[in-house]
């Protein structure tokens, strides 16, 4: 093999390892105290978002702030230069999404979200 070709072969070889780790490393990657989105009961005749039928693998944060003993979720840990937040999902995605989906939920801090026939109010906080 001649040598431009084994080069060439080396280079590919490197940018696809460094998109591999670009794709598993910023789950790993956090500084700072965690966000955590949390819910609290709420009660209230205004507009909330039905989340009767979303999975845990779409609203992982949600979900487990809801089935939680303290209405809490797990935590999440911003990255260094903002560059994680491009490659993870994060509770703001959730409150965001949420948020777009049914506009007249949304509050000041959070959204109003409707499980099981109990409204919560959902919001991201940094305690």
């Known amino acids: 093999m001649r040598r431009v ?12 390892v460094a998109l ?21 009961p ?8 039905d989340v009767n039928n979303v999975s845990d693998r779409r609203y992982p944060y949600l979900i487990g702030a809801i089935e939680s003993d ?3 979720s797990a935590g999440y840990q911003t990255g260094p230069y903002g560059m994680k937040e491009w490659f993870t999902h994060t509770p703001f995605d959730e409150v965001d999404a949420l948020t777009r989906q049914v506009p007249n939920a949304s509050t000041e801090t959070g959204v109003r979200v409707r499980r099981d026939g109990q409204v919560y109010h ?4 940094r305690p």
């Not at 990657?29 to 949390?38: A, R, V």
């Open 20 to 40: 591999l780790a670009l794709g598993a490393l910023p789950s790993y990657l956090g500084s700072g105290d965690p966000y955590y989105l949390t819910v609290e």
């Open 42 to 49: 709420i009660e209230t005749n205004g507009t909330a978002a």
């Open 70 to 72: 303290d209405g809490r």
């Open 122 to 125: 959902a919001e991201v906080v």
């Open 5 to 16: 070709t084994r080069n060439v072969f080396i280079a590919i070889a490197l940018v696809v």
